[in-house]
T-cell receptor, first 110, second 112 residues
Framework: RKEVEQDPGPFNVPEGATVAFNCTYSNSASQSFFWYRQDCRKEPKLLMSVYSSGNEDGRFTAQLNRASQYISLLIRDSKLSDSATYLCVVNRGSQGNLIFGKGTKLSVKP | GAGVSQTPSNKVTEKGKYVELRCDPISGHTALYWYRQSLGQGPEFLIYFQGTGAADDSGLPNDRFFAVRPEGSVSTLKIQRTERGDSAVYLC??????????FGPGTRLTVL
């Protein structure tokens, strides 16, 4: 079983839609959680960290459920510019390497 | 300020050849990471440096892969006797706090 699993999609949604991505992780010792965004043929960029209390940044909301080892990302009022691959990422330690999921591809259409 | 830079941006080589990939981290970042990304996959960890020393090299696939960071800044990933399966984008990232990692644009390696 992969350490971080997420639905690869693609998710094809119209502008203005709300879309949710889910991710599960297998290592209960994982300490830090992130969503990264990766545009086609570009490097991954941090979208947001994910905290146990849940956190929101504009149209983006991330949630973490440690008991179920589950992470989610909600995007409201989708824009064309949100089209990208969203990578669920786990860090086992404070300085260690990142474990990436395969990514979920989102395509927002006009 | 300047981000992470990687050279070359593209490298085409023949099976069996030796290649070196270079990473210039963000100035002042003590942690440096190498990842490899194949098509349709997320980045896969290779090796992590804290300063000059390799703190974790558990992701290196075999002994054909080696990386150095002699002065605690620039790092070079070295691949000997390249194989077609080594074809991927090699990503470098650096970090100050150990938390947020900033990625470079990657080197696209193609082994013919």
């Amino acid at each position: 079983r992969k350490e971080v699993e997420q639905d690869p999609g693609p998710f094809n949604v119209p502008e203005g839609a709300t879309v949710a991505f889910n991710c599960t992780y297998s290592n209960s010792a994982s300490q830090s959680f992130f969503w990264y965004r990766q545009d086609c043929r570009k490097e991954p960029k941090l979208l947001m960290s994910v905290y146990s209390s849940g956190n929101e940044d504009g149209r983006f909301t991330a949630q973490l459920n440690r008991a179920s080892q589950y992470i989610s990302l909600l995007i409201r009022d989708s824009k064309l510019s949100d089209s990208a691959t969203y990578l669920c990422v786990v860090n086992r330690g404070s300085q260690g390497n990142l474990i990436f999921g395969k990514g979920t591809k989102l395509s927002v259409k006009p | 300020g300047a981000g992470v830079s990687q050279t070359p941006s593209n490298k085409v080589t023949e099976k069996g050849k030796y290649v070196e990939l270079r990473c210039d981290p963000i100035s002042g970042h003590t942690a440096l990471y190498w990842y490899r990304q194949s098509l349709g996959q997320g980045p896969e960890f290779l090796i992590y440096f804290q300063g000059t020393g390799a703190a974790d090299d558990s992701g290196l696939p075999n002994d054909r892969f080696f990386a150095v960071r002699p002065e605690g800044s620039v790092s070079t990933l070295k691949i000997q006797r390249t194989e077609r399966g080594d074809s991927a984008v090699y990503l470098c990232a650096s970090s100050r706090s150990g938390n947020e990692q900033f990625f470079g644009p990657g080197t696209r390696l193609t082994v013919l």
